[in-house]
C-alpha cells in the first residue's frame, strides 16, 4: 500500500488539495496496477516563514 507524502506551501483552496488527492491516488493507482483503495495521501502545509529556498522564508520572496 503506497502512501504519498505532500508538502505544500499554505495558500491553496480546499478544492485544489482535494483535486490534487484524488489525482494522485489515481495515477498512484494506475501506475502501480492497484484499487485505488489501498492508496494513502497526507499534505502538509507549511506557512510561507516556515519555508525556505537558498536561506530566505517564502514570506519574502513570494510577490503580496
Known amino acids: 500500500m503506497p502512501f ?3 508538502t505544500l ?3 491553496r483552496t ?3 488539495k ?5 489525482k494522485l491516488t489515481v495515477a498512484s493507482a494506475e501506475a502501480l496496477d492497484i484499487d485505488p483503495q489501498n492508496v494513502r495521501v ?3 502545509e ?4 516556515g519555508w525556505g529556498i537558498g ?3 517564502m514570506s519574502k520572496l513570494r510577490p503580496a
Open 4 to 6: 504519498i507524502s505532500v
Open 9 to 11: 506551501i499554505e495558500g
Open 14 to 16: 480546499t478544492e485544489q
Open 18 to 22: 482535494h483535486d490534487l488527492l484524488k
Open 42 to 44: 497526507a499534505i502538509h
Open 46 to 49: 507549511v506557512s510561507a516563514d
Open 55 to 57: 536561506g530566505e522564508p
